[in-house]
């Protein structure tokens, strides 16, 4: 990135494209040079203003007040453009209109509802793992496992009918695309969007959904007037647009991570009790989830810059979450540390409602390779997937041996 | 009384040292016998987000813990208000309010909760009765930004002892002012009118007014009628501001958990990582399994039942009522 001669307020500027696919492969350079060149850096290509430091992408995550979502958490600023499908009501939503839905889901999703999938999960990973391992010990690890795991229990959880899964994955990865500038990742979902809209759409009615799981709890919770009947339809949406690209490359990561450090994988098998904190650690680590948009509701002043109303703000998660005036060696994957505060997840009002499913799909799976597998290693080139959002893999060709 | 009882369970000099604590920056009278007290983080940063509808549980130098209603502004993210009335019957915790509590000194925090939320609706009708205006007003400010149809009963028992009705005047003609002493009980079904569907009735008050709007609206369609009702909370014990013992069952460890530091300090102090993430008692991620022992909760996410059912506890922010809490860990 060029960065050039601070403004006449002392305000950074640099040309960089975030977007780009040099940075979308590897942007751990960009982010170091991000965080180094100021707390906000005016990105000058798209009007934005960056936040790469823990500090101030946490601060602008926790303060609804003053970085609104309504306005889209993309580039795309909802004030002047036309969102490109109805708004979330939650994702895209500020309080009061936040409020009711996010408190639906953040009970449905909650810890102690997910109590009752724990135990059928772990079996569901188990069942995978061996078929996995029995098949042979040398294959794609996002495919067979990073894919295969969440699109089998989470579709169940959520009470989708079998036919049309497959259209989950390439929605997602569309509507995270979407976030970014129109550029030719978005150019190259555009064919399907009217048809994947229209499935997506159709699974959101009462009717498709079962009669048991998130679906139909949501629905339950618009007949006690939690939420209106108009809005249990899009809120069911929000599952089925940040609930699988989400985790499939999460788990991604964790796999990518263990297998690529052997030392931190003996460690998970002496201890398997540390799945969660092995997630968590790969989720800052690799930060699925890159970048998220806000838009300053005021003049917001920001480590003695000020944001102008209704700018664009670019919060850098994967930057904070490697953030050198935040945690100690930061490049590591290490399971020593305590991953906790970092901001993969978000932080405040919207912080990811989903992260107990992620973390209960992510500890039957590790708890499940860890009792069977005795060394994980690469077994060829890996390839990254683009994503204006989202940090994935295509594919990550591994060789496991069994215990 | 009582409160020899629960005087002898407070530390000595009172809760200054606890970690959820937060400081009185205002205490200003805003009707006979109410009093609001302003409150705000010691190093006056942001506080837990909360909704309109939430209470948070104030534990006080002589060791009661009271529940009040916020009625402040939710965009104002530095500072909670809460109004107390003062009940010369009560058992001891709004005399101390009115009585001893002073701008500068620390209460220990728990929440906020919510289990009286404003549901989305295209009209609402508020009633309030007394002190139980307090969830109301911030119901309303949202009502009323949200370009709802609304309009609220407010009754008490003479117009001097009716806090908030300067604040409630900028509203005009969606607010009727009813001083029992002016113009008698109130008249609901008049207020309410007929049955309809898409109107959420909210009612805060006492427990024979709670009574006459459930009998009201007893030809509503179902799930009209929302109501809070405060009921003392009778916590087997209370809420310990001394050390206590955790024992860490999994590991066989055993902590002492000091009122400096939080549960989850303590615990990873011991060398047990336990994953977490918001630190406030809102996000879940600390949810940790409770063997024995009975928690003090002061998270934001379980409802009654699930914090009487005593099973598990964010460790991030919740602590004892018991010298020992043993944890699955």
């Known amino acids: ?41 005016y990105l000058d290509r798209y009007d934005v203003y960056a936040f790469g430091r823990h500090e101030q992408v946490h601060a602008a995550l926790v303060d609804w007040q003053q970085f609104q979502s309504a306005a889209g958490v993309g580039l795309s600023n909802f004030r002047y453009e036309k969102p490109w499908r109805p708004p979330s009501l939650v994702l895209e939503a500020d309080p009061p209109r936040h409020d009711a839905p996010r408190r639906v889901l953040t009970k449905v999703l909650g810890p102690r509802a997910l109590r009752r999938l724990h135990e059928q999960w772990v079996a569901d990973a188990e069942v995978l793992v061996d078929q996995v391992l029995a098949a042979g010990a040398e294959f794609d690890a996002v495919p067979a496992l990073a894919e295969a795991f969440p699109l089998r229990v989470f ?36 064919p399907r969007v009217a048809e994947l809209s229209a499935w997506v759409g159709a699974q959101c009615a009462r009717e498709v959904l079962a009669p048991q799981g998130f679906g139909a709890d949501i629905w339950a919770a618009a007949d006690r007037g939690d939420i209106t009947h108009e809005q249990a339809p899009l809120v069911v949406r929000s599952l089925l647009t940040a609930g699988v690209d989400t985790t499939v490359h999460g788990l991604s990561a964790v796999l990518y991570a263990v297998a690529t450090n052997p030392d931190q994988w003996r460690r998970l098998r002496a201890q398997p009790e540390l799945a969660r904190v092995a997630f968590d650690e790969a989720v800052r680590w690799e930060s699925p989830v890159q970048t998220f948009f806000r838009t300053a509701t005021t003049d917001v002043a920001v480590a003695g810059h000020v944001v102008p109303e209704g ?23 290490d399971l020593g540390r305590d991953p906790s505060g970092h901001v993969g997840f978000g932080m405040g009002i919207h912080q990811c ?22 060394t994980i290693e690469p077994a060829g080139p890996t390839k990254r997937h683009h994503n ?10 591994v060789r496991m041996l069994p215990a | 009384m009582h409160e020899t009882t629960e005087r002898t369970h407070a530390a000595p000099g009172g809760m200054a040292t606890d970690v959820a604590m937060l400081r009185v920056t205002a205490k200003t009278r805003v009707a006979a016998g109410v009093v609001t007290v302003q409150l705000a983080a010691p190093d006056g940063g942001r506080l837990p987000d909360w909704t309109p509808g939430a209470h948070v549980d104030l534990t006080f130098g002589n060791g009661l813990t009271r529940q009040y209603s916020l009625c402040g502004d939710r965009w104002d993210a530095g500072t909670y208000r809460v109004g107390v009335l003062l009940e010369p019957a009560g058992r001891g915790g709004s005399s101390y309010v009115h009585e001893q509590l002073e701008p500068g000194h620390l209460v220990g925090i728990g929440g906020p909760r919510n289990n009286f939320p404003l549901v989305p609706a295209d009209a609402y009708l508020f009633i309030a009765g ?16 949200l370009g709802a149809d609304w309009r609220l009963l407010y009754g008490g028992r003479q117009r001097s002892s009716m806090a908030f009705l300067d604040e409630l005047a900028g509203y005009g003609e969606r607010v009727q002012v009813a001083p029992q002493d002016e113009v008698g009980l109130l008249d609901l079904p ?9 109107v959420r009735v909210y009612c805060c008050g006492p427990a024979p007014l709670l009574a006459a709007a459930e009998a009201t609206c007893a030809d509503w369609p179902p799930h009209s009628l929302r109501t809070e009702r405060f009921v003392a909370a009778e916590q087997g014990a209370p809420a310990l501001s001394t050390p206590f013992e955790v024992e860490l069952r999994r590991s ?29 008692g809102t996000c879940g991620t600390c949810e940790t399994a409770v063997l024995d022992g009975r928690p003090d909760h002061r998270d934001s996410l379980l409802d009654d039942d699930e914090r009487a059912a005593g099973d598990c506890m964010y460790i991030c922010v919740s602590r004892s009522c018991t010298e020992r809490l043993v944890l699955d860990l």
């Open chain 1, 155 to 190: 579709p169940d959880a959520v009470g989708l009918p079998a036919q049309g899964r497959e259209n989950l994955l390439p929605y997602g990865d569309h509507a995270f695309n979407a976030f970014g500038p129109p550029n030719d990742l978005v150019a190259r979902g555009n």
């Open chain 1, 353 to 374: 409602v989903g992260q107990h499913v992620a973390r209960l799909e992510a500890e039957a799976l590790l708890t499940a390779l860890a009792r069977r597998v005795a």
């Open chain 1, 1 to 41: 990135m060029t960065t050039t001669a601070p403004t006449a307020i002392g305000l950074p500027v640099s040309d960089a494209d975030p977007f780009s696919h040099e940075v979308l492969e590897d942007p751990t350079p960009f982010h170091a040079q991000l965080r180094d060149a100021g707390p906000v850096v």
């Open chain 2, 252 to 280: 066989g460890r055993r902590v002492t958990v000091t009122p400096d530091v939080s549960v989850l300090q303590a615990v990873a102090g011991a060398g047990v990582d336990v994953l977490s993430s918001c630190r406030q």
């Open chain 2, 190 to 198: 008049t207020f309410l009118g007929r049955p309809r569907a898409g």
């Open chain 1, 311 to 333: 700018k664009k703000i670019l919060m850098f998660l994967a930057s904070a979450n490697r953030d050198p005036r935040r945690w100690a060696d930061p490049d590591a994957f």
């Open chain 1, 388 to 397: 204006n959002t989202l940090r994935a893999w295509e594919s990550i060709p």
């Open chain 2, 130 to 145: 007394g002190i139980g205006i307090t969830p109301l007003l911030p119901m309303i400010a949202q009502a009323q930004l």
